[in-house]
C-alpha cells in the first residue's frame, strides 16, 4: 500500500494537545511522516496536502475541536474548505478530529462539520491503532473494531463503543522534545467531581490518573537542557497530585513532586511553577499542609482557585461539592502564606436567579478585601455536559456594577463581556442544529 502521512493542525488554543498527539504518534509510529501547520494557513495546508498526495501518501488531515472555536471557523469557510480539499484528493484524504468538541458532539462532528472520524474521549491510543490499520488497509470500514469512534460510513455515522481502558500518560512523552517542541508538562488526567458545566471528566472519565514523580523529573529535565527556565504543568486539580481518592489528598506524593522539581530546576537556574496557569486548584485543597510544601518553592506569587459562585445553592446545583466556607478559608490561607489568590467565578450560570447573584457579589467584595483577584468569566453551554441545553450565560446588571467598580483597580480580570457574546454564538448553533451534542446519539449506529 502507499506511504503514510499525517498532518495535525494546530492553534493557539489546541497547540498544547497537538503536539501532546504528535509526541504520541510519533512514540509508536516512526514511519508515518508527520507534520504540524498553522490552523489559520489555509492556503499552506492545502498546497502540503496536494504535494503529499501527489507523491502518492495517503493522508489523515487531523485537529483538537473546541466547541468555542467553531463560530469563528464557521464565519470562514473552514470546513467547507476541508471538503474541497477532501474531494480534490482522489481518495488519498480522509479528515479526522479529537477534542472536547468530537467528544461532546461526535454525530455533529461528522454529519453537520464533515468529518470522517471523530475521536471520543482521549485518543493517544485509538490514534495509533487507527494509523496501524490504515497502513495495511486504507479505508473507514477497516477501523470498525477500534473502540472509542465515530466513523462515518456511507449515509451512517457508526459509534465503535467505548474504550474499556484509560490512556496510561506514563506510556507517553507529553510533547514532541526531538522537534524541539515543548509544552507544559501533563501530570494528571480525569476529575472525579462531576461539575454540570465542564467538559473535562466527561472527555478524561472520572479516575484520576498521575504520571510518575520520575517521569515528570525525565521530562523536566530534557526541557531545561533545551534552555526552557520556566516549567509550568496541566492539571484539573494542581494540589490533588497522586491522590487515589478524591478528596483525600496526598500529601507525601506533592511532597515528592514538589522538592524533586525544586532541586532540578535549581540545577538549572531555572524555576517551575504550580496551581497557576495553564491549571487551577480546588478550594478545599488549599490547607496549611500543602501550602508549607509549596512556600518557598513554587516560582508562581499567585494560586488559580475555582470557585464558580458564591451562592452555596448553586454549589450544589453545579455538583461543585465545596462550600462558600471552603473558598473563603482557601483564600485567607493562600494570603497567610504570601500568594495572592486569583478566584474563578462564573456568571449566568444555570438556575442563577436576584439571590444567588446577591451572595456572590457579597462573597467577591469579601475576598477582594482579603487580598483576592478577581477572574470572572460567562456561562458557555458546551455540548457532552449535562447544561448543553442551557440557555446562554448572561451577566446581570448587579455583577457588572461590581466588575466595573474593581476593574481599574486591578483585582478583576477577564473576557466576560467576549465570552457573553460566544455564549449566544454557541446557543444560535444548537439551535439550528450545528452543534447537536448528547441528542446527535440518537442518530449514531451503534454497530454497522
Request: charged fraction near 25%; proline fraction near 5%; include cysteine.
Amino acid at each position: 500500500m502507499g506511504k503514510l502521512a499525517l498532518v495535525l493542525l494546530e492553534s493557539k488554543d489546541t497547540r498544547y494537545s497537538i503536539r501532546a498527539v504528535a509526541a504520541a504518534v510519533e512514540h509508536r509510529n516512526s514511519d508515518v511522516r508527520l507534520f504540524i501547520e498553522k490552523l489559520d494557513d489555509v492556503a499552506r495546508i492545502i498546497q502540503l496536502v496536494q504535494n503529499l498526495v501527489e507523491k502518492d501518501y495517503r493522508v489523515l488531515l487531523g485537529m483538537t475541536l473546541m466547541t468555542t472555536m467553531l463560530p469563528e471557523l464557521l464565519k470562514r469557510k473552514f470546513f467547507e474548505k476541508l471538503q474541497f480539499l477532501r474531494r480534490s484528493s482522489r481518495g488519498k484524504l480522509l479528515l479526522i478530529a479529537g477534542g472536547p468538541h468530537p467528544s461532546g458532539d461526535p454525530y455533529g462532528t461528522i454529519a453537520r462539520l464533515g468529518f470522517d472520524v471523530a475521536f471520543i474521549g482521549e485518543a493517544e491510543d485509538s490514534l495509533n491503532e487507527v494509523i496501524n490499520i490504515l497502513k495495511q488497509e486504507w479505508s473507514l470500514e477497516s477501523i470498525l473494531d477500534v473502540r472509542g469512534l465515530a466513523v462515518k460510513l456511507d449515509n451512517n455515522v457508526c459509534f465503535t463503543g467505548r474504550r474499556r481502558q484509560f490512556v496510561d500518560l506514563n506510556a507517553y512523552p507529553p510533547f514532541p522534545y526531538w522537534r524541539r517542541l515543548f509544552s507544559p508538562i501533563e501530570i494528571t488526567r480525569g476529575c472525579p467531581w462531576l461539575c454540570r458545566y465542564c467538559e473535562t471528566w466527561f472527555m478524561h472519565g472520572t479516575c484520576e490518573r498521575h504520571r510518575r514523580v520520575d517521569v515528570i523529573l525525565h521530562y523536566t529535565k530534557i526541557m531545561l537542557e533545551h534552555g526552557l527556565r520556566d516549567i509550568r504543568f496541566i492539571s484539573p486539580n494542581s494540589f490533588a497530585y497522586g491522590e487515589s481518592r478524591p478528596g483525600k489528598p496526598n500529601i507525601e506524593a506533592l511532597q515528592e513532586l514538589v522538592e524533586g522539581l525544586y532541586r532540578l530546576t535549581r540545577q538549572y537556574g531555572g524555576r517551575f511553577f504550580l496551581g497557576s496557569f495553564p491549571s487551577e486548584v480546588r478550594p478545599e485543597y488549599v490547607v496549611e499542609e500543602i501550602l508549607k510544601i509549596v512556600k518557598g518553592k513554587i516560582a508562581n506569587k499567585n494560586i488559580i482557585i475555582g470557585a464558580q459562585t458564591g451562592s452555596e445553592k448553586l454549589l450544589r446545583y453545579i455538583h461543585r461539592t465545596h462550600t462558600v466556607d471552603d473558598i473563603v478559608n482557601a483564600a485567607q490561607l493562600v494570603v497567610k502564606y504570601g500568594f495572592t489568590p486569583d478566584i474563578d467565578f462564573i456568571f449566568g450560570l444555570p438556575g442563577e436567579d436576584v439571590d444567588d447573584i446577591l451572595e456572590t457579589v457579597k462573597l467577591i467584595e469579601k475576598l477582594i478585601s482579603i487580598g483576592a483577584r478577581i477572574h470572572a468569566h460567562t456561562f458557555l453551554p458546551l455540548p457532552g455536559t449535562p447544561f448543553e441545553n442551557a440557555p446562554p450565560g448572561k451577566i446581570h446588571p448587579l455583577v457588572l456594577k461590581l466588575l466595573g467598580k474593581h476593574l481599574g483597580t486591578g483585582k478583576v480580570h477577564g473576557y466576560w463581556f467576549r465570552q457573553e457574546k460566544l455564549a449566544r454564538e454557541l446557543d444560535a448553533l444548537r439551535k439550528n442544529g450545528v452543534i447537536l451534542g448528547l441528542r446527535g446519539w440518537k442518530f449514531m449506529k451503534f454497530s454497522c
